[in-house]
């Protein structure tokens, strides 16, 4: 996977709890195994015909894309790459949002892979996401298309949500790890915990696009004094996303709109404060202090992502649950 993510992951210090966990306490050895076990789940799920099985086949081999060591495909994986599966995912389930996004994020890195048309897909499958527009704006942004630019911009403005998936997506692989542990490999993923630690972090890591072209447009309000109120309305809807990712790069967008010493940058910088405590405060409830508890802490935290399709929704439910306040003692004063 290219380094698109890297940046974007550095910042969901709460929300990446479960991979950096397992990833502190792995060796080469470890993840060198865990990835050969995850390519055998892989190879295995690809002879799946639903949906949902193909989709976490997709995902698991395209984690598998770039990882070191890299291991040698054989006939059978070279037929069926990610890009693949995905698109089998998507012809079985033509309404499925969650998998209309992961199909466009494997496609913007598949070679020969008909990006805009799986763009325009994912809009026809939802129409109000205004993520759908991204590719296509890192693209335009490539290619310095100003005219391409505004116009996506406009329209990306225009859509009332910007959505990522990444708690459905990391409830489906969960689902199918689950139900398939008896004919998957005995070693992967063989717990709640390490089946929940492993596609929290590929759903994170896939699901996220890279928001440098996004964000580099909008800084140029110099040069295109006319995106500046198009950005703003931008930001704000990404800033109710249901990813943390995304709210943290609305906030971002924002910021850089008004001056350092303005009343909107200070509310700005609140508002993201509060964001990151919350994620923060509620991550530390999902790391058991106890091995025993791994297991109940991993169902848990799935279980209000069942219900709640936005991050920071799950985060302020887990804190309710332990009857913990949803903002810092301080704001209160």
């Known amino acids: ?20 966990a397992a990833a502190a306490t792995a060796g080469s050895d470890a993840v060198g195994q865990n990835q050969i076990l995850r390519s055998q789940a892989a190879r295995i799920l690809s002879t799946r015909s639903d949906a949902n099985s193909l989709l976490t086949a997709a995902a698991l081999r ?10 040698k495909a054989n006939s059978q994986e070279a037929q069926k790459p990610a890009s693949e599966l995905i698109a089998q995912a998507a012809e079985q389930a033509p309404q499925s ?32 996401n205004s993520a759908s ?39 489906v692989m969960f689902d199918v790890l689950k139900n398939e542990r008896r004919s998957l490999p005995s070693e ?18 896939e699901a996220i696009p890279s928001f440098n072209a996004l964000a580099e447009v909008c800084r140029d309000i110099a040069a295109a004094p006319e995106r500046r109120e198009v950005c703003l309305k931008l930001a704000k809807i990404m800033q109710k996303g249901d990813a943390v990712a995304t709210q943290i790069a609305g ?70 649950e332990h009857k913990v306040a949803t903002e810092p003692v301080e704001d209160h004063r």
Request: proline share 4%; glycine share 2%; net charge positive.
């Open 97 to 128: 949002a969650a998998i209309a996004w992961l199909h466009l994020q494997i496609c913007a890195e598949s070679p020969g892979c008909n990006m805009h048309e799986v763009a325009t897909v994912m809009r026809w499958v939802d129409a109000d």
């Open 251 to 320: 906030f971002g967008i924002e910021r850089r709109l008004y001056p350092a010493d303005s009343k909107e940058a200070h509310s700005i910088a609140e508002r993201r404060r509060l964001l990151e405590w919350r994620v923060a405060a509620a991550a530390q409830f999902d790391l058991p202090l106890m091995p025993w508890s791994k297991n109940n802490r991993a169902r848990a935290r799935l279980n209000q992502m069942r219900l709640r399709p936005r991050e920071e929704d799950v985060c302020i439910a887990i804190l309710r």
């Open 133 to 171: 527009w991204m590719p296509i704006l890192a693209t335009a942004h490539k290619e310095k298309d100003l005219v391409e630019i505004d116009r996506v911009l406009d329209d990306m403005a225009h859509a009332p949500r910007f959505d990522l998936y990444v708690n459905r997506l990391t409830v």
């Open 62 to 71: 395209f984690a598998g894309t770039t990882a070191k060591p890299r291991l």
């Open 1 to 20: 996977m290219s380094t698109r993510h890297s940046r974007v992951l550095m910042v969901l210090l709460g929300l990446s709890w479960l991979f950096a």
């Open 188 to 205: 992967y993923a063989s717990s709640d915990w390490a089946r929940f630690t492993e596609v929290s972090g590929i759903a994170t890591a």
